[in-house]
């Protein structure tokens, strides 16, 4: 089956520095790849998204592109803010009657003044 | 819309008690889930539904039960809780014709401890 393998938390970063966290995954065909982010407290919202290869999502200064080759969909931000602190999951989706979306393990960040 | 609702917000249950957590959703949703997270674990899919009279397991669906009787409503029981029940579960919705290509509407949660 599936399976998303995301950076291991957490990462604390100070404001305005730059963001990666790093997403791969493994899928029979090309899957829907998606960000979500979970603020805390709240439920999980989606992010960005791109569903097929070489797309860019985009979204709050946030962009990840959809790469084939190696299989990944890294997370990026330039510059980040005390706002950005939440939990960040990557997660796939290959349809073809499974109805399943598969998640990373998540990984929480947490932004300092 | 109100969007996704759960009821419990917090609840505290003994081992072996059951109860019913509550899952609504008012956008016409054919299709609804439930999830459990755990720390270092993610989502994982207990059940889902693709339609009312139609649920199917995910994941992990030992424990848990669940019906669709109405597109609006997707209720998780617990028949005999368990220690390892202890968890925060998210009930998700979407269309089902655009589960590969847009958003699941996630509701804020439901944080279960099991004594």
């Known amino acids: 089956g599936d399976s998303v393998t995301q950076m291991e938390g957490p990462v604390t970063l100070s404001e305005e520095a730059f963001l990666t966290i790093n997403c791969t995954y493994t899928?029979?065909?090309?899957?829907?790849l998606f960000w979500y982010v979970q603020y805390p407290g709240e439920g999980l919202q989606l992010l960005l998204k791109a569903t097929k290869a070489d797309d860019k999502g985009s979204n709050k200064g946030f962009e990840a592109t959809y790469r084939k080759e190696t299989t990944s969909f890294h997370l990026e931000k330039g510059s980040v803010q005390v706002s950005d602190s939440a939990v960040y999951f990557c997660?796939?989706?290959?349809?073809?009657?499974?109805?399943?979306?598969?998640f990373g393990k998540g990984t929480k960040l947490s932004v300092i003044p | 819309n109100a969007g996704v609702t759960q009821t419990p917000k917090f609840q505290v249950l003994k081992t072996g008690q059951s109860m019913t957590l509550q899952c609504a959703q008012d956008?016409?949703?054919?299709?609804m889930s439930w999830y459990r997270q755990d720390p270092g674990m993610g989502l994982r899919l207990i059940h889902y539904s693709v339609g009312a009279g139609i649920t199917d397991q995910g994941e992990v669906p030992n424990g848990y039960n669940v019906s669709r009787s109405t597109t609006e409503d997707f209720p998780l029981r617990l028949l005999s809780a368990a220690p390892s029940q202890t968890s925060v579960y998210f009930c998700a919705s979407s269309y089902l014709g655009l589960l590969g290509t847009d958003t699941q509407y996630f509701g804020p949660g439901t944080r279960l401890t099991v004594l």
């Open positions: 899928a029979t065909g090309y899957p829907s």
């Open positions: 956008m016409n949703h054919e299709y």
């Open positions: 997660v796939s989706y290959s349809g073809a009657g499974s109805y399943q979306l598969t």
